[in-house]
């Protein structure tokens, strides 16, 4: 198949959250299953010094009947997947990729339309026919829109399907009625089932409305997205796509995330030969001016300070969680509310808790093998990738129990009758309570019952979420959608 897939992000380029990690890994498997894929994202500001290649010096982009938009297209490779970058300055050449660091940039709807366009417009000009393109989230959703209803006369896309990927259905793409025009959104479009969303413009529920397929990053995230309670307020939508939406967990890249042999790492091991584990434990401890002890538990975090991640739940549950037998690190970077209220904890906990202030991946990789338990209380995950990572460097995950974390984690069962295929712990209510009686039962297992933290740890290493299957997945869902758009289903 030609693939045309669009990311705002993409691992090794820009990352902000999972979704770049996915738009690296899953054209990757794609390329090696044989496919010609090609990714087009923006060239931000960071992108620019790099000086890629020139492909196209212009390209011409008509989001209206009146307004056309002009760029310039360079490109890289990644893994043997070309990768296009849209130059427009105006639009991508910002401090910021979403925000200037505390509001959403409000003219977000129009620059990623834009690139949405562009990557459209793109295949045109190189002659790439696809017969798929992936959307993922909003940025790009309302590419399947474009493809329908501005390329409709052309023979080009006649036979092309569209598949939008949800990685996290909270952020919509919201933006004024006013803006309908300038998005080339036409008047019949505006109604409840496509774009308008209480008089606004929802580019995440009109794209949805006309993907031939649609879905979410794991099966359980699918689920809550058709619920009321946990579909972003869009679950009418979600449901109102029936079998068209389905769940397709996400893999993990084992040759970037792999303890063995993890460049980051200044030390190595495996489920076999745990040694490795302890000295960049006890390395990381040192790195950080904590007390260098692998007899004391640690506990660890890296994540969007967002709300989403549950910092509501997991400052208070610290406060009560931490004593001298236990040390806490923490990574993040984003709401700054958030990060004072963790750089408090760290403050009047000097000898026990570190959190760093910032966006590392070097860091982040160290953080997950030094840690012997990580804490992922979301309020909503549409899959997680950090818990997949921490069951394979051998950190036993604590979870809430919501979407893929759902999928992926085995909770230890209260009468521990699971014991034989637990690979973390979980808990489910939204107070900070339960995880913070979870974070003790942690603390119980890892001083009193090492047997069993040992025995988890293993099965925990032993899980494997391949993108291989990911991979065999997308394919079907990418061979329906086509047939859909080909009037075949
Ligand atoms: P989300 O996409 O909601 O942010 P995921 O768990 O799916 O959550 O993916 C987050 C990705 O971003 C992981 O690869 C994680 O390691 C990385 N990450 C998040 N915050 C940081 C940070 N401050 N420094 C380094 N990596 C981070």
Known sequence: MNILFLSSEVQGLLKTGGLADVARALPKQLKQSGHDIRVVMPCYRSLLGKNFPVVLPTLIVPLTPTDNYYCT??????????????????????HGIYDDGEQGYHDNALRFAFLSKAALELSRALDFQPDLVQAND???????????????????????????TVHNGSYQGKCSGDLRYALGIAPEHMQAQAFEDWGQINLLKGGLYFTDKANAVSPGY??????????????MAFTAKGEDLVGILNGCDYGEWNPATDPALPFHYDADNLTGKKQVKLALQQELGLTSDA????FANISRLTGQKGFQMLVPALYDLVNQGVQVVLLGSGELSYALQLQEIARRFPDNVRFIYGYD????????????????????????LNQIYS?????????????????????????????DKATGLSFEGFNFHDLAWTLKRAEWIWYNN???Y????????????????????????????ILKACGLA
């Open 295 to 298: 007899n004391l538990p640690l």
């Open 138 to 164: 909003w940025q790009t959703a309302i590419a399947s829109y474009y493809l329908k209803h501005h390329y409709s006369y052309d023979d080009f896309f006649a036979n092309t399907g569209s598949v939008l």
């Open 222 to 235: 699918r689920e809550e997205l058709r619920q009321e309670s946990t579909g972003h307020g869009l679950h």
């Open 391 to 419: 069951l394979r460097y051998g950190s036993l995950p604590i979870v809430r129990a919501t979407g893929g974390l759902i999928d992926t984690v085995e909770a230890l069962a209260v009468d521990e009758s699971n014991k």
């Open 450 to 452: 090492p047997e069993l």
């Open 73 to 94: 297209v360079r490109q890289t490779t990644l893994d043997d997947v070309p990768v296009y970058l849209i130059e427009h300055n105006h639009f991508f050449g910002r």
């Open 361 to 384: 991946e070097a860091l982040s990789h160290r953080i997950e093998a030094a840690s012997d338990f990580f804490m992922m209380p979301s309020v909503f995950e549409p899959c997680g």
């Open 454 to 481: 040992l025995q988890m740890q293993q099965q925990a290493m032993a899980q494997s979420f391949t993108w291989q299957s990911a991979c065999e997945q997308y394919q079907q869902l990418y061979k329906a959608a």
